[in-house]
């Protein structure tokens, strides 16, 4: 089990940057650590993973480019640099755990991960 907290979540225009943090408390570095989102009345979407090397990462088409997840292991904390932000971002963010110690590849659907942050609220105004 590991409990996870985000943050760096807010207010922002369209155009601007933000840096979310998740902070983890629990094993970390053996296991590939994703981003996803929620707006209201959409299903939860994958964003961003990384495995747990760090030598790997894969994101969803719509932040390709703009998006950036990292993972700092000696810290136990995962980031996701978010540039040029768009109203259609805006959403609350998770960062999760997948459910496997050191998967082979990373897998984005939400089932395949068993611990969940509580949140950070992300939105972009035009």
């Known amino acids: 089990q590991v409990q996870l907290v985000e943050s760096g979540g807010g207010l922002v225009q369209a155009g601007a940057s933000l840096r979310l943090s998740c902070a983890a408390s629990?094993?970390?570095?053996?296991?590939?650590m994703g981003w996803f989102r929620q707006s209201p009345g959409k299903e939860r979407e994958f964003v961003a993973a990384i495995n747990w090397s760090g030598s790997s990462t894969y994101y969803a088409d719509s932040v390709k480019g703009r998006f950036t997840i990292s993972r700092d292991n000696a810290k136990n904390t995962l980031y996701l640099l978010m540039n040029s932000l768009k109203p259609e971002d805006t959403a609350v963010y998770y960062c999760?755990?997948?459910?496997?110690?050191?998967?082979?590849?990373?897998?984005?659907?939400?089932?395949?991960?068993?611990?969940w942050g509580q949140g950070t609220q992300v939105t972009v105004s035009s």
């Open positions: 999760a755990r997948d459910a496997a110690r050191r998967r082979f590849g990373i897998i984005t659907a939400t089932g395949g991960y068993d611990n």
């Open positions: 629990g094993a970390f570095s053996s296991y590939t």
